[in-house]
C-alpha cells in the first residue's frame, strides 16, 4: 500500500489538507479602526470572539477531499477507480478554490475590509498537485499492467 509512490503522494494530500482544515485560510483587516477577522474553514472569527459558520461549506469541501485521499491508498487493487477518486478530489479541490474567493469577496464587501490570504489557503493547491502526480503514477502502473498483459 503505502510503498507506491502514488499512495505516499495521497497520505501527504490528505496530511496537507487536514494541516489547511486547522489552520486560518484568510484575515479580514478593516479598512478604518476595528479589530481584524480572522476566517477558518470552519468559522469567521472576529475580534470580539463571535463566531460566522457562514464559512462552513468550505469545510465540508476540504472534509471530503481528505477523505477521498485518504480512501483512495486503500483501493490499491482497483486502479480505474483510483484514477476516478483522484480527478474527483483534483475537482473538489478546485471548487475549494473557487467557494474560498465567492465567500471571502462577499465577506469582505459586507464588512467594508480588505482581505489577506494566510499561508493554509495554499496547502490545498499543493493537495491538488499532490494527488494529481498519484493519478499519474496510477494511470503508468495501469498502463504497465495492461502491457505486461499483452505479453502473456
Known sequence: MIQRKQSVFLLLAAIVGIISL?????????????????????WIQDGNGSLDFSV???????????????????L????????KLCSWNMLLLIVWY????????????????????????????IAIILVFMARKGVKADEALIRAADRIR
Open 22 to 42: 486547522c489552520m486560518p485560510i484568510g484575515i479580514f483587516k478593516p479598512v478604518e479602526l476595528g479589530v481584524d477577522s480572522v476566517m477558518y474553514n470552519l
Open 76 to 83: 490499491f487493487n482497483n486502479r480505474k477507480l483510483q484514477i
Open 56 to 74: 462552513a461549506p468550505l469545510f465540508c469541501i476540504a472534509l471530503l477531499s481528505v477523505v477521498i485521499s485518504g480512501a483512495t491508498i486503500f
Open 98 to 125: 473557487i467557494a474560498y474567493g465567492v465567500i471571502a469577496y462577499l465577506h469582505k464587501s459586507s464588512v467594508n475590509a480588505e482581505f489577506k490570504l494566510s499561508f493554509a489557503a495554499v496547502l490545498p493547491l
